[in-house]
């Protein structure tokens, strides 16, 4: 079921479980020729969550900055394609939150360990923030902040469970927002990790 979770922010509660062990395969296959990193940011610190991407375009950050690429630059190959089954997926979920042309062009794969965190930021890489960005979280559950448009502001905590879709647009998509700590756990199907998948439309 749709719930607003704030203007242009729309919760699809378990609207993936049922394909979970199908996207959890692909995830795998993605990650076997394009490896999780702990990507190093450009203030020199190893990131607690490990990444990949898949399609055209992937998220990476080093000393460098952050970006959007071609190829993953710790091994020089172009990002594996983008599954049907994660488009048409990303694609229907837009949909139904009231984006009906979203092309999602980059999927960030991020994975989380226990103890693993995402601090309060913007994603502001994308050309066109016009665009939403469709998450899909898998796994051990986590506690999302939710803020304002200024870091200091307030933030708002939503438990993201396995299976749970958000789209983010509108005002949302410039929204601070970050991942507690997570805590340990077994998931029967991702064991000790969270993965959350972002679809965006990078240019
Ligand atoms: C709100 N990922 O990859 S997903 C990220 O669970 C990121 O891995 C988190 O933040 C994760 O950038 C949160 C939910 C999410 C994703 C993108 C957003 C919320 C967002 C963009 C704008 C506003
Ligand atoms: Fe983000």
Same mark, same amino acid.
């Given at each position: @079921? ?8 729309? *919760?699809?509660?378990?609207?993936? $479980?049922?394909?979970?062990?199908? /996207? ?9 020729? %394009?490896? !999780? ?5 450009? #203030? ?5 969550? +490990?990444?990949? %991407?898949?399609?055209? /375009?992937? @998220? ?18 172009? @990002? ?6 994660? $488009?048409? /997926?990303?694609? =229907?979920? =837009?949909?139904?939150?009231? !984006? ?5 062009? +980059?999927?960030?794969? %991020? $994975?989380?360990? &226990? ?14 923030? $016009?665009? &939403? ?15 304002? !448009? ?17 789209? @983010? ?11 507690? &700590? *997570?805590?340990? #756990? *077994? ?11 972002? !679809?965006?439309?990078?240019?």
């Amino acid at each position: @079921w749709a719930e607003p979770l704030a203007e242009g922010a729309v *919760i699809l509660r378990r609207r993936a $479980r049922e394909q979970a062990a199908s /996207l959890l395969a692909q995830v795998e296959a993605v990650a076997q020729s %394009n490896p !999780f990193h702990h990507r190093i940011t450009p #203030g020199g610190h190893r990131m607690s969550v +490990a990444m990949t %991407n898949c399609g055209d /375009l992937g @998220w990476s950050s080093d000393a460098r900055g952050y970006q959007y690429t071609g190829e993953d630059s710790a091994t020089g190959r172009r @990002w594996p394609p983008m599954p049907q089954m994660f $488009r048409l /997926l990303a694609q =229907a979920c =837009a949909q139904e939150a009231g !984006f009906n042309y979203f092309q999602p062009d +980059a999927c960030l794969i %991020n $994975r989380y360990e &226990p103890g693993a965190k995402l601090s309060l930021h913007q994603d502001k890489d994308e050309k066109d923030l $016009r665009q &939403p960005i469709v998450s899909v979280s898998l796994g051990l559950p986590a506690v999302f902040q939710f803020g304002g !448009f200024e870091r200091g502001d307030a933030v708002q905590r939503v438990l993201l469970e396995h299976g749970d879709v958000v789209v @983010w647009g509108g005002p949302s998509r410039l929204r601070f927002h970050g991942i507690l &700590p *997570i805590k340990a #756990g *077994i998931h029967p199907l991702t064991g000790a990790f969270r993965y959350n998948l972002t !679809f965006r439309r990078a240019r």
